[in-house]
């Protein structure tokens, strides 16, 4: 697993579309096993300690098999309601 920073990308900005209407502190915590600090500090470009911190390649990897897998859930969802 890569540690490196790429910094090609805004991660904020590519997800500027669905930002306000997903808790991120429970994509944090399930996804991630992280904090809802966290997650809020790697979607702004810190590290946490006033640094800069995006994610890394790795991290933006997993993030976008967790919004995968999110939807899934939200369509089986979804197809689970009766009309």
Avoid: C, P
Wanted: charged share 30%; proline share 0%.
């Amino acid at each position: 697993m890569s540690t490196q920073v790429l910094k090609t990308t805004n991660v904020s900005a590519q997800l500027q579309d669905i930002r306000l209407d997903i808790t991120w502190s429970k994509i944090a915590r399930r996804y991630f096993g992280k904090s809802a600090s966290w997650m809020y500090n790697k979607l702004n470009g810190i590290d946490g300690n006033g640094g800069e911190g995006e994610f890394t390649y790795a991290e933006k990897q997993h993030l976008k098999d967790a919004l995968y897998d999110f939807s899934e859930r939200i369509r089986k969802a979804a197809d689970s309601i009766e009309i």
